[in-house]
Nanobody, 125 residues
C-alpha cells in the first residue's frame, strides 16, 4: 500500500511559478513510476506529466511542454512538478499517482495503482 500526499498548490498570478510536491509512504517508492494529472471544474481528468520508475524517461502533455518539469528524489520518497509561466487555463486540482514498475503508457490514468487527494492550483489573469 502506498499513500500519496500532494502539497504546494495555491493562488498565483499568470506568468508565475509554483512547485508541487507529492510525498509517498513506504519503502518501495523507487519502484514506482509517478504521474501528475489535473482536473478542472466540469472537465475530465487529464494527463500533465510522468516520470518512469527509473527516472530515465519523462513525459509531458503538449499543453505544458517547455513550462513544467517533473522530477523525483527517491531518497525523500518525493516527486515534484515545477510549473513555470503559469496560465489561467492551468487552474485545476492536481493529483499525483503511482504505477508499479511503470515505464510506458503513463499518459492515461488506467495503469496507476494509487492516487493522492489532490492540491488546488489557481492561476489568476
Amino acid at each position: 500500500q502506498v499513500q500519496l500526499v500532494e502539497s504546494g498548490g495555491g493562488l498565483v498570478q499568470a506568468g508565475g511559478s509554483l512547485r508541487l510536491s507529492c510525498a509517498a509512504s513506504g519503502r518501495t517508492f523507487s519502484s514506482y513510476a509517478m504521474g501528475w494529472f489535473r482536473q478542472a471544474p466540469g472537465k475530465e481528468r487529464e494527463f500533465v506529466a510522468a516520470i518512469s520508475w527509473t527516472g530515465g524517461n519523462t513525459y509531458y502533455a503538449d499543453s505544458v511542454k517547455g513550462r513544467f518539469t517533473i522530477s523525483r528524489n527517491n531518497a525523500k520518497n518525493t516527486v515534484y512538478l515545477q510549473m513555470n509561466s503559469l496560465k489561467p487555463e492551468d487552474t485545476a486540482v492536481y493529483y499525483c499517482a503511482a504505477d508499479k514498475w511503470g515505464d510506458s503508457g503513463l499518459a492515461t490514468p488506467s495503469p496507476y495503482d494509487y492516487w493522492g487527494q489532490g492540491t488546488q492550483v489557481t492561476v489568476s489573469s
